[in-house]
């Protein structure tokens, strides 16, 4: 059983930069296409972006393309998400899922103030 736990959320100003990590637990992580999604107040949760299992295909929402980039280190069950030119529209919730199998992380919040 595969568990996921992100860290790097916080508090950054309009433009600034933060690095998200999702952790996972278990030895099939390598296997798994790993997702971010985000959901902000009132808002349905929505796919950010995507990274295939060996970390060679990439795909993005259009709102974060060219601003945001996912990357993973399978040899320490770590999926990332690096996100520049942070606006406060990116203020949200953001978990990470392993589609594969279901599993969402806790999540972790990420507030970009103006």
């Known amino acids: 059983q595969v568990q996921l736990v992100e860290s790097g959320g916080g508090l950054v100003q309009d433009g600034g930069s933060l690095r998200l990590s999702c952790a996972a637990s278990?030895?099939?992580?390598?296997?798994?296409?790993m997702d971010w999604f985000r959901q902000a107040p009132g808002k349905e949760r929505e796919f950010v972006a995507t990274?295939?299992?060996?970390?060679?295909?990439?795909r993005y929402a259009d709102s974060v393309k060219g601003r945001f980039t996912i990357s993973r280190d399978n040899a320490k069950n770590t999926v990332y998400l690096q996100m520049n030119s942070l606006k406060p529209e990116d203020t949200a919730v953001y978990y990470c899922?392993?589609?594969?199998?279901?599993?969402w992380g806790q999540g972790t919040q990420v507030t970009v103030s103006s």
């Open positions: 990274i295939s299992s060996s970390g060679g295909t990439t």
């Open positions: 278990g030895r099939t992580f390598s296997r798994y296409r």
């Open positions: 899922y392993a589609r594969d199998i279901g599993t």
